[in-house]
């Protein structure tokens, strides 16, 4: 007993010394800076459990000092082991919710990323670390891992006979979030349909659309949105080009019309006309049975 309380005067000791509690203060910065309450509570947290791990490294050799029977000390360890095992998984969440922080949502000045992807990258990494935490407690405890990860293949393969259409939308979903063909607010087309819809929410299983003709919300299943080309009409510029076709008489002036329309396309305020677009264009195109078809294109600020 009292080597064991010498080892944890000296573990205290150590840090303070090189204040072992760095993690715990660069998240505290980090959380002052930012004004999250959830970094705060892990930088709060992360330096008790650091000061725990290193506490619990020294525990089996401080029995072993002391003279206790081997198989207690075995056991001891075996204990030690699997809390030191859940310990480091604890650290290591903290730690990797604070780098998907880092690189998805604060280092993302230029929105480059989602936001919406940073809850689903948490969870993945969240099932990972326990089940390599899980698998390794097991271990300790000397189950056989083999038969372990034999059944839950084949539980997984079961599973994924039965819900192949859920499974499908689920990584469809995960397409979508990791490439991003569109983002909340962008105005798209879905295959052939020409129907202008606008994204309202980007889920794993679904896609929330507002169809902007008459503002219906339609919930489209990730899968159907992955097998149908994407046209993004408004992906990061709201300008927006129209083409229309109007039909005048044979036996118009050309020039006129031109000069007419012209002066209409030059002259509306919602139009480009500063040169940093195509400036709006004229032309004849095609010569129908009862009248001349002309083509006009222009390029307005705003889709809307």
């Not at 505290?28 to 970094?39: F, G, S, T």
């Not at 990258?121 to 969240?126: D, E, P, R």
């Not at 099932?127 to 372990?148: C, E, F, K, N, P």
């Not at 083409?243 to 000069?259: G, M, P, S």
Request: with cysteine; net charge neutral.
């Amino acid at each position: 007993c009292t080597i064991f309380v010498e080892y944890i005067m000296i573990c205290t000791n150590i840090m303070k010394m090189v204040r072992m509690n760095w993690f715990s203060n660069f998240l505290r910065k980090v959380a002052e800076k930012e004004n999250k309450d959830e970094l705060r509570k892990d930088a709060k947290s992360a330096g008790t459990f650091v000061m725990i791990l290193i506490l619990l490294f020294g525990v089996p050799l401080s029995f072993r000092v002391s003279g206790i029977d081997e198989r207690i000390i075995a056991t001891v360890s075996d204990l030690v082991d699997a809390v030191i095992a859940l310990n480091i998984a604890y650290l290591a969440w903290k730690a990797y919710k604070f780098i998907t922080y880092e690189m998805i949502v604060r280092r993302d000045k230029n929105d480059k990323v989602d936001d919406s992807l940073y809850p689903l990258v948490k969870m993945i990494g969240k099932i990972i670390i326990v089940v390599v935490t899980t698998s390794y407690v097991l271990a300790v405890y000397g189950m056989d891992l083999g038969t372990i990860v034999t059944s839950a293949g084949l539980v997984t393969l079961a599973i994924s006979l039965g819900a192949q259409s859920t499974l499908n939308q689920f990584f469809c979903g995960l397409v979508l979030l990791v490439t991003r063909p569109f983002r909340i607010g962008d105005k798209v087309r879905l295959g052939t349909d020409t129907e202008v819809l606008i994204v309202r929410k980007i889920g794993v299983m679904e896609t929330e659309f507002k169809v902007w003709l008459n503002e219906e919300v339609r919930h489209i299943p990730n899968s159907t949105v992955m097998s149908s080309s994407i046209v993004n009409i408004t992906k990061g510029d709201k300008t927006y080009k129209v083409v229309d076709y109007i039909d005048v008489d044979y036996n118009t002036d050309l020039d006129e019309a031109r000069e007419i329309i012209m002066s209409i396309l030059t002259s509306h305020p919602r139009i480009i006309n500063d040169g940093s677009k195509s400036r709006p264009d004229f032309r004849l195109s095609s010569m129908e049975s009862s009248a001349l078809r002309i083509r006009i294109s222009y390029i307005v600020y705003d889709h809307e």
